[in-house]
């Protein structure tokens, strides 16, 4: 995106130049701006919380608080998402280390 140097509205392009939406202001396109920008093309899968029934949670940090409703087992993995608004607190979601049953619980 590119902003108007002349008023700061949004420019959009316009045959060889950019255009300012609101003022009418031009200026000529630059050739190549892949440069200037950081790409987040490349994630790494280890920043990926998993959530799913079918997530494999071997090796996240353990809960031997919890009580599984399945089996009765109290080991069970754990995972925080925020689940609602930036003012809600996140939910947690619990795997059992036997029956692998999963739950949340809300804060």
């Known amino acids: ?3 108007c140097d002349e008023c700061g509205s949004l420019m959009h392009a316009q045959g060889d130049e950019m255009v300012c ?16 920008y950081v790409s987040t093309d490349a994630q790494d899968e280890g920043d990926v919380i998993e959530t799913s ?7 996240k940090p353990t809960d031997d608080d ?15 998402k925020q689940t609602g608004s930036a003012d809600e607190p996140p ?4 795997k059992c280390t036997e029956c692998k049953s999963v739950r949340r619980a809300y804060d």
């Open 66 to 80: 919890v009580s599984c409703d399945e089996c009765g087992n109290t080991t069970a993995w754990y995972t925080i």
């Open 21 to 36: 939406s609101s003022c009418g202001h031009g200026v000529p396109k630059e050739a190549d701006l892949s440069e200037q």
């Open 1 to 3: 995106m590119q902003f």
């Open 91 to 94: 939910t947690r979601f619990f």
């Open 53 to 59: 029934e079918e997530a494999n949670f071997e090796g």
